[in-house]
């Protein structure tokens, strides 16, 4: 049997400010499981790029191994893309970061290929501070290898077989805060509202941006007793700050979402909006977000939005005083500036 997307589209179908549809921003033909959260994921991808108006072909879309790193092949098929080692894609992402800045930088991981195998790399990529919005597609379990739980599936919960896991669960969110994360956010994949905006924000931000999603895998953890389901994770989500991303060229409003409302500025002029449940909570303030993160664990609750932003930082590219011009943009005069210069570094090292 096979299948193929069809090449109609309706002839009134939205543009963005490119004269560009959706359909430029699509990708393959998904082959996950029917329902799979991490469909809904990259359908918030493709929205939110359509929206912030990005060319697809000025986008890296970087994976590693698992059900989450099939998906980048479900989205932006003009863009650029490599399918890495487990574990590995976040030092692949760097390599190709440092040699073209100019691109937008996805990351898409899962919760084994992060907080497993890849949890070295994770780490040292957070204090890079890396250009890039590093996406996990979080559902607690290995779902290529008959749903096995993983390093985030939460203590006591219960696997397809009926066994309870009996490791206290590593929280990526909490991790990242504690490692100087400077952007951080959770959400839910069937919560497209929350998430493109976040999304949005995340891919505008000047540095490391981790968007940890709770994507239920339909077939090995959705059923009663998982932490990860469906049922579950409505039951328990809680929104710490609901987001609105304005872009610069969008008059700011402040009747667009209710209650109190707080606009953080990102480098590029956009804002982000934030409407948040507490007058108390201060998203800049890290101290407050681990100690929020913290309270909402307690009470078994799941915390959700934009939890943590730092709006100045500097990145990878400025700590390492890397020029403006990407580096396989640099002509042979640049890279090979002769004998003299040769000469002048060798004097300053003896």
């Not at 939110?48 to 989205?75: D, Q």
Request: with cysteine; hydrophobic share 35%.
């Amino acid at each position: 049997m096979s299948f193929f997307k069809p090449t109609f589209r309706h002839p009134e179908a939205p543009k963005n400010e490119l004269g560009l549809t959706t359909k430029a921003y699509e990708g393959g033909i998904s082959t996950l499981c029917a329902g799979c959260g991490h469909d809904s994921i990259s359908a918030a991808i493709m929205q939110a790029v359509w929206g912030l108006n990005i060319e697809p072909h000025r986008v890296a879309k970087m994976s590693g191994i698992g059900c989450s790193s099939k998906s980048p092949n479900y989205f932006l098929k003009q863009a650029h893309g490599f399918n890495s080692v487990h574990g590995r894609m976040p030092s692949v992402t760097t390599g190709a970061n440092v040699a073209n800045r100019d691109l937008l930088y996805i990351g898409v991981s899962g919760d084994g290929d992060t907080a497993s195998i890849g949890m070295g790399q994770f780490a040292h990529v957070i204090r890079r501070n890396l250009n890039m919005m590093y996406v996990v597609e979080n559902n607690g379990c290995y779902g290529l290898t008959k749903g096995q739980d993983s390093a985030t599936a939460d203590e006591g919960s219960k696997s397809k077989k009926g066994k309870l896991n009996p490791f206290e669960a590593i929280d990526l969110v909490a991790l990242a805060l504690d490692l100087g994360a400077t952007f951080v956010a959770r959400s839910f994949s069937g919560d497209k509202e929350q998430l493109v905006p976040l999304m949005q924000a995340a891919m505008s931000h000047k540095g490391f941006a981790l968007i940890d999603v709770i994507s239920p895998c339909v077939t090995f953890n959705n059923h009663a007793g998982s932490t990860k389901s469906y049922d579950y994770t409505r039951e328990h989500i809680e929104a710490g700050a609901v987001v609105d991303f304005v872009p610069m060229a969008q008059e700011i409003t402040l009747d667009q979402i209710k209650g109190s409302t707080q606009n953080v500025e990102l480098h590029n002029g956009d804002s982000v909006r934030l409407s948040k449940l507490n007058d108390d909570y201060d998203p800049t303030d890290r101290r407050t977000a681990i100690q929020t993160l913290q309270d909402h664990k307690a009470k078994d609750r799941l915390l959700t939005g934009l939890i943590y932003i730092e709006p100045e930082s500097d990145n990878f590219h400025e700590t390492l005083s890397l020029p403006k011009t990407p580096l396989n943009e640099l002509q042979e005069d640049s890279l090979c500036p002769g004998v003299p210069a040769l000469a002048g570094i060798n004097a300053g090292l003896r």
